[in-house]
């Protein structure tokens, strides 16, 4: 199969800028074998490689990405690895019971896998924080709608902590939040730090990572052949932990669903503007309303910074313009200014977008799609714990492992049709936009 689409990543890795630069790329050159080939080195294809080198130690493991590793989708987030219920297709967090509890167990799986990997591989805890997060309430919708989630949560038997107006200020340092509501169970990661942690552990002279090296062909002889512009790598089988770009590769057309969120990172603080502030040096905020504005601040490589995300749009050319980013960013200011007028004169120094994948079912494109291809893709808008989870079970898929979780994942349906187009790209970013005008100061 001819690979139809490579990535490409609008604006700067913020996140991975803060950090020193890394060791110059090592590309694939020449005619490579080995016993399994991971396609993409985000949360997926590094968990998945984690998850092969336990089940098979034995056995050589190549990994090949289009660019640096911490330069695409997984270095592009906003850093929440949520274990609780969280649709961006929804109208609020919750949802049928029984579904949230297995989705949360899912979670919950992904986050524990992850954590082992940032004990293993000695990572920070500015790279990995099991510290819960705070959804934050600026109106009194958003208020009632965290005392309709606080009650879905106990109906799941899920400890959270309501939070007032004074302890918001206290935390955030601004008066725009009514309330909040803290749940412990999400980690906070400094995303490019905790995917070039995982890398830099997974690396030895059994596992191989490959940059700068984007898969341009893949067919199956006796074994399968993955070639780029530099070489091609052997092997008999394959995990594809490449999201939304499963379309590139030929799986799955007119049922996945690209969708670009957008942030911006201010410039460091200085200690005038730390001292207007206030609040805490470390925490991390998601909205009340869905399509509302998550906001973080961080502390530490890089000095301290706040960081605005919100817009969503549905792009199935799976690129934006710089023009677009001009214009999503108009929206980061506005958001920005209104929380923190404080800090009217400390300005954004990078912007970006990511690319997330969503199914119109909410299920993963997961599996054994042809022999000895395995896919761990579409990770529906919560790429950090489900990436890290769908490539974990991929590989035990591939390696015969059998568990409870595995065939949870096996059993859902695959993902459904979309209408055609023009008409999914009108309903998707009509929707959408409503949903962020509805959001009001929630946004």
Sequence with gaps: MKVSKLPVNPGPAAWNKLLADPAPATPLEGRQT?????????????????????????????????????????????????DLPHDLSSSDYG?????????????RAGIRFAAEMAADYGLTEEAFSPSGKVNAAATEKGHAHNLAYASHLA????????????????????????????????????PAMFVRGVADGLRSNRVRILENSPVTELTRK??????????????????????????????FPSRLM??????????????????????????????????????????GTGGDRI?????????PMMQVSDRRISRVAQDHDRAFAARFPMLSGVGMEYRWGGMLCLSRNAVPAFGERDKGLFLACCQNGLGTAKGTLSGMLAAELASGHNSKMLRQFMAAEDPERLPPEPL????????????????????
């Excluded at 201010?266 to 503007?273: F, I, K, N, W």
């Excluded at 960081?307 to 792009?315: A, E, K």
């Design 307 to 315: 960081i605005i995300r919100n817009r969503f749009t549905y792009d």
């Design 95 to 107: 949802g049928a019971l029984d579904a949230d509890l297995a989705q949360t167990q899912a979670n």
């Design 258 to 299: 690209h969708v670009f969120t957008y942030a911006s990172m201010t410039q460091p603080l200085g200690a005038r503007e730390i001292s207007k502030l206030g609040g805490n040096p470390v925490w991390g905020v998601t909205p009340a309303d869905p399509l509302g504005t998550t906001v973080r601040r961080v502390s």
């Design 34 to 82: 080995a016993d399994w080939l991971v396609i993409g080195a985000g949360f997926a294809g590094l968990a998945a490689a984690r998850r092969l080198s336990q089940l098979n130690p034995g056995d050589t493991i190549v990994i090949l990405e289009a660019g640096r590793v911490a330069e695409g989708p997984a270095g592009r987030n906003s850093g929440f690895m949520i």
């Design 155 to 190: 109906a799941m038997g899920e400890s959270y902590t309501l939070i007032n107006e004074a302890g918001m200020r206290e935390m955030t340092g601004t008066n725009y939040y009514h309330s909040g509501l803290f749940t412990p169970g999400t980690a906070m990661i400094q």
């Design 424 to 443: 999914t790209w009108i309903g998707a970013n009509a929707t959408m936009r409503w949903g962020e005008m509805r959001a009001g100061k929630e946004f």
């Design 222 to 251: 006796r074994n399968w052949i993955a070639k780029t512009p530099g070489g091609q790598v052997t092997a008999p089988r394959v995990i594809l932990a490449v999201n939304g770009h499963a379309n590139s590769f030929g799986f």
